[in-house]
Nanobody
């Protein structure tokens, strides 16, 4: 299993970025992909998650409609479109993969402990 994030960078407050998570080594349709972030000195927190069927789509409350997650099964890629970025969004963003357990709710997949595989992360820095 391999997950490769891209799309991070430096942006001014109010700006936008689109992160990509390209997955390989597993059957994409059987997995949920989550986006997480970790700021210096803080715990890793869930941002959003989705599956190819979108049944497992969920967002953290702090997203407040600013972020949109989507997936492209043909490319085995999940995107996180981030708009109206704030300095508090500065963090390393990670994508992660877990085989879907259908008895779990989508909210469960906002928890880091729900995942087995992780990418290396991409830095997002939002300047004020």
């Amino acid at each position: 299993v391999q997950l490769v994030e891209s799309g991070g960078g430096l942006v001014q407050a109010g700006g936008s970025l689109r992160l990509s998570c390209r997955a390989s080594g597993f059957t994409f349709d059987e997995y949920v992909i989550g986006w997480f972030r970790q700021a210096p000195g803080k715990e890793r927190e869930g941002v959003s998650c989705t599956s190819s069927s979108e049944d497992m789509t969920s967002y953290a409350g702090f997203v407040k409609g600013r972020f949109t997650i989507s997936s492209d099964s043909a490319k085995n890629t999940v995107y996180l479109e981030m708009n109206s970025l704030e300095p508090d969004d500065t963090a390393v963003y990670y994508c992660a993969a877990a085989r879907i357990i259908w008895s779990y709710t989508a909210r469960f997949y906002l928890l880091p402990r729900g995942y087995d595989w992780w990418g290396q992360g991409t830095q997002v820095t939002v300047s004020s």
